[in-house]
């Protein structure tokens, strides 16, 4: 065990952003990297140790997750916030669209106060981050029957077929996604940056061992509580980077004293640090447009399945725009379709619609001192005064029902099925169990004059010298794209900024 009592650097949360984070600090630096992640570590992909679930890219497997829960501890009931807890983090069960938004997203972040996050500096970490998780656009022949007709009708409701959906610059258009899927393997930052490096003696990957709380001494922390396999243990470090992701970051920094004074303190928790902790937590929200097939369809599809064809989720975007639009798109069309069994009556299509820039703000927080107790969140979707992201998403339910009544889709499509047939009117949409998967923003990302930012624009937490945060949890605002290359950027961005220090 002695190896674990001191590193020069910890990295919490072995994710995402922090599989990349702790690759990037052994790569750049001399020092000796501790990754801790609460979850499994099934090794490199070569040792064949991984779960074919989580490897088969066909499905969204909820074999590892956390058990986050809407509204939890609040007495209504509530639904799943999915979140993976395994090393490679959510892109270890997640639907490998690797999608980079639109160019005002990261110029937003820029006009915020963050320098050195406009998209024209982070575009060399968006394509190291896609070479590096071997990023590919699926090709025409790949995608279903079901996903050609949708790619087909998109140009009768004016969404262009284009080439690229990461062009920063285009605002509408629908195409295949980019992804990072290798030979139906989900392609998860664990294979992508840890296995190179495994073996290396300053890097030490330690999976099962839950990060309880930082340790801190003035302005600096000066080790962490850790719960591992054999029990509680104290590790010792010069430098912590938490990649615990938009649930777990806060969580740790609340438990540690830094988060809001009061809610800190009904907890009996000392507060070191006042600091928006868990606040500004938001995600795009989605409604799942639910469609029966034409047995036309679903014998094309099962035809399509028995030639060894890949039903993975998200094959094909579009981005495009709501009547309320301003700047770049405000929508997403994702469709998908599947079976639940292998019967020709069991299959279902979803014309998911999502609003990319949603205002509504949840929180974070903590229900009790125990590492293990649930969180409280409360995504709080479509909350805004104005109703405006009810607005854009009831639009985008409109456009897209229009959509599936024009050629060739309408000759495909069945009827649409509960439950949203029955969303009649904007009031119908249900607000408790929308969304994208792509929650951001609870350590927020800003300058210290803005009393709702907690890190700075390098990552660093406001009043704490040694101590970063670097993940999905520290965007200001949620890019108009599915969140899982914008979070391996934000530790690729931060990372080359550390191992300069
Ligand atoms: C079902 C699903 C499908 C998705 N599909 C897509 C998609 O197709 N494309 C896309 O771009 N995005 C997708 N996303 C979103 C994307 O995967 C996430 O935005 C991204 O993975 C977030 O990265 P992260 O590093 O911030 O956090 P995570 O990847 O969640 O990493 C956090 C890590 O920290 C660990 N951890 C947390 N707390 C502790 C603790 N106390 N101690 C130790 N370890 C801890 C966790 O176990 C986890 O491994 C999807 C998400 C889900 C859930």
Redesign the pocket.
Known sequence: MAEYYYADTVV????????AVAARLVQGTTQTVLL????PDYGAFVDQRWPSQLLDARS?PGGH??GYINGASTGRPGHL???????????????????WGSRVDYDGWTALGNPGWSADELLPFFKLANETLRVKRISASEITPWQQACLETAPKIGIPQVADLNNLDEDIGMST?P?NILDGVRWN?AFAYLDSLRGDDRLTIQPH????RLQLEGNRVIALE?IGPDGPLTVETDRVVL???????P??LLRSGIGPDSELRALGIEAKLDLAVGRNLHDHPAVYLKYSGTPQLVSAMMDFVARGGILF??QIIAKFRSKYCTSAYDLHLFPVGGPFTDTADSWEFLLPVANMIPLSRGSVQLTSTD?FATLKIDTAYLSDPEGRDLAILWNGIELVRDYACQPPLAELIGEEISPTVNYKAAEDVPSDNLH?????GTCKMGPESDPTAVVDTHGKVHGVDNLYV????IMPVVPR????????V??ERISAWLTQA
Request: aromatic fraction near 6%; include cysteine; charge should be negative.
């Open positions: 919490i949360g072995g994710g995402t952003a922090g599989a801790i992640e609460s979850g969204l997750d956390w916030l999915e979140r993976a807890r395994v090393i490679g983090g959510c892109s270890s069960h997640n639907g490998c669209a690797a999608i996604s992804v930052t061992m839950q990060v309880d850790v990649c615990a992701g938009t649930y777990g970051s969580a740790i989720s998200e590492p994208y998967y792509h929650p951001v670097a993940d999905a949890s794209a599915n969140t899982n290359i914008p979070a391996l934000v530790g």
